[in-house]
């Protein structure tokens, strides 16, 4: 009974209690609980006993935690108010909460300091190429290595392409991410100043380049930021690992037939992101148009490499 008095030691436990079997809370709403309540421990600095996510819980914060706690079980939902980043809809609070704790986790991760190589091994589903897999190794100076799946090693010929990240009008390998100011206000200025194109070069250098924990961390706060985006909650890519997903529908203009012919799209873009680790397990594009289509990349291993192979 001791042990259960103290579990139950907090305002709103008589509530809880009351409240008996309700229905389940929605995901959004379970995520962004777990988003808040990772962030209150992040801030913290007095731990107690009982572990969250391999964190501790703050016993100053505990009765926050589980008031929050009550309310979401309580109600089987929360409504969570909108962030004012004027022209476009707005990113919801829980969507900023994530993306804020995600580069928090990003910021811990290991990073690629001392590696000669990067490696991305991935698979692709569009409808120009169908389903393919590759594996790919980049060194410091953007050289390309591919290793076929009987591993055999292609090494970069002559006049090859390097590899590059697009920030802002310009490409940058390796060693110039290294460069990049890791503060919010700096980075930023050198993306686009249009929120849809910065998003599109800030996921692009979350999903495969060799950012370093501080670059990857600022890259998260930027997109708690972007207008429109969206939390899905806990999800499952298509090779059944847990992560969270978030989205943003965008539209675009395709092609011209002739005068007046223009064609406008509407997108969705699904990012999946593992929450232990930061890293993006799979993007989805899809084309809502008429003869609408959908592209996957999965990233199925993402980090350095001491060698080729």
Not at 145 to 166: E, F, I, L, R
Request: proline content about 7%; overall charge neutral; glycine content about 10%.
């Amino acid at each position: 009974m001791t042990e259960r008095g103290d579990l139950l030691d907090f305002p709103g436990a008589d509530e809880l209690i009351a409240a008996g079997d309700v229905a389940p809370p929605a995901p959004e709403a379970v995520t962004a609980a777990r988003t808040a309540l990772a962030q209150a421990v992040r801030r913290e600095t007095t731990p107690v006993v009982v572990p969250l996510r391999g964190r501790a819980v703050p016993r100053r914060r505990r009765f926050l935690v589980a008031a929050a706690a009550v309310a979401v079980i309580t109600a089987g939902a929360v409504a969570y108010p909108a962030l004012d980043l004027g022209g476009s809809p707005a990113a919801t609070a829980s969507a900023a909460q994530f993306l804020d704790e995600m580069a928090g986790v990003a910021a811990d991760s290991p990073a690629a300091a001392t590696s000669p190589y990067w490696k991305v091994h991935m698979e692709t589903v569009n409808q120009d190429d169908g389903n393919a897999t590759t594996t790919t190794y980049i060194d410091r100076a953007g050289r390309v290595w591919t290793v076929d799946a009987n591993g055999t090693v292609h090494g970069p010929g002559k006049g090859s392409k390097t590899k590059k990240w697009s920030v802002g009008g310009k490409w940058l390998t390796w060693p110039a991410l290294d460069k990049l100011p890791t503060g919010q206000k700096a980075l930023t200025a050198l993306f686009p100043r249009d929120a849809e194109s910065r998003r599109h070069q800030v996921t692009a250098l979350l999903e495969d380049s060799p950012a370093s924990p501080a670059l990857r961390a600022t890259l998260f706060r930027i997109l708690a930021d972007t207008p429109g985006v969206k939390l899905i909650g806990d999800v499952k890519d298509s090779k059944g690992r847990s992560g969270v997903a978030f989205e943003i529908r965008w539209s675009t203009i395709g092609f011209s037939t002739g005068p007046g012919k223009d064609v406008k799209y509407r997108m969705t873009d699904r990012y999946v992101v593992d929450p232990d680790t930061g890293f993006l397990l799979e993007t989805t594009h899809e084309n809502h148009g008429k003869n609408g289509s959908a592209a996957r990349y999965t990233w199925l291993e993402l980090g350095p490499a001491d060698r080729v192979g």
